[in-house]
């Protein structure tokens, strides 16, 4: 299973860094994706992470102030974000790849708001 | 971009009934698609990968079809527990991209 960090609230302008432990498996032997689901909205994909190189991929609208990374020695996979602004309210969560989400994180609500 | 058009958004049918959720690719996608489910506060969970593989531990009153650009999923004898936001995903091409889900609620 994969279990994510708590909920965050932030200023907007400041940073965040949600955690996506792995537990049961080696998180190095399976991509780890990333997808965002804002209030009342439908699921985004945000990109995905190879966690063997450490080598992330991101999708359009999430490069720049989104970075993905993993621990390997604490089998993690971490998603930081950057300058939050509100529009970046939301519900992130990792998923196990490759070919879709499986299993889910249980997924971290970050509210940017002063 | 490959869009994802899920319909219909949303229905209400009776327990019992057979439900069916299809989604439409706009360019061939192969087989790689699969349907979650998302029940209100909780994560989802998938139920078909590679359109029409059954995930383990899920009922079998579950089934998913298609090929290239149209999909469905089809729930037998929808259940009272069945009651949650269905969605599909396609993973063919990057980005990855979502339908827009099918509310599924109980007469």
Known sequence: QLVQSGSELKMPGASVKVSCKAFGYTLSNKAINWARQAPGQGLEWMG????NT???????GF??????????????A??????????????YYCGRGPGGFDPWGQGTLVIVSS | D????????????????RVTITCRASQAIRNDLGWYQQKPGKAPKRLIYA?????SGVPARFSGSGSGTEFSLTISSLQPEDIATYFCLQHNSYPWTFGQGTKVEIK
Request: glycine share 6%; net charge negative; hydrophobic share 35%.
């Open chain 1, 78 to 91: 971490y998603l930081q974000i950057s300058g939050l602004k509100a529009e970046d309210t939301a519900i």
């Open chain 2, 2 to 17: 490959i869009q994802m058009t899920q319909s219909p958004s949303s229905l209400s049918a009776s327990v019992g009934d």
């Open chain 1, 48 to 51: 995905w992470i190879n966690t």
């Open chain 2, 51 to 55: 359109t029409s593989n059954l995930q």
């Open chain 1, 63 to 76: 490069r720049g102030r989104f970075v993905f990374s993993v621990d390997t020695s604490v089998n993690t």
């Open chain 1, 54 to 60: 450490g080598i992330p991929m991101y999708a359009q």
